[in-house]
């Protein structure tokens, strides 16, 4: 009897039928106050949302020559009081370049966490307009 071999096709079909999500919050700050909240995003009761990446971007909302510290950017687990990032220095560029970082999750990282909430935060260093954009793109079990 001939076996046969699964097609490329057949393959990506089966990982195409995940339906992948971006959750998107932002924030425009005007102050120095530490801590304050850029979003939370907390998945359904019922839903597993497996986070693969994060999407990070800081910018000025006035174009700046001189480079600058914009702040620190956090993404706390509240639920086990446990960070995924801690602290992430932002700064702009000369030029007035944004900061952008893509933060991909290790896989089984969620596992741990399963259903828990994902917090962001940030710390601005300067009370110049700031513009905070986080993105999480994942997937339902």
Same mark, same amino acid.
């Given at each position: 009897m001939q076996s046969r071999s699964r097609l490329p096709s057949e393959c990506a079909l089966q990982v195409s039928e995940r339906q992948h999500r971006t959750i998107s919050f932002s924030l425009t700050t005007t102050a120095t106050t530490a801590d304050q909240e850029i979003g939370i995003y907390t998945p359904a009761t019922k839903s597993h949302f497996v986070v693969q990446l994060i999407f990070i971007e800081v910018y000025l909302t006035v174009l700046s020559a001189t480079a600058?510290?914009?702040g620190k950017l956090s993404l706390y687990v509240p639920t086990y009081e446990e960070y995924l990032l801690k602290d992430l220095q932002a700064s702009n560029t000369a030029s007035g370049a944004m900061?952008?970082?893509?933060? !991909?999750? /290790? !896989?089984?990282?969620?596992?741990?966490?399963?259903?828990? /909430?994902?917090r962001a935060i940030c710390t601005p260093a300067t009370a110049t307009s700031i513009k905070w954009i986080i993105q999480i793109v994942g997937y339902d079990e």
């Open positions: 600058a510290l914009l900061f952008g970082v893509v933060l !991909q999750i /290790p !896989q089984g990282w969620f596992e741990k966490h399963y259903r828990s /909430p994902i």
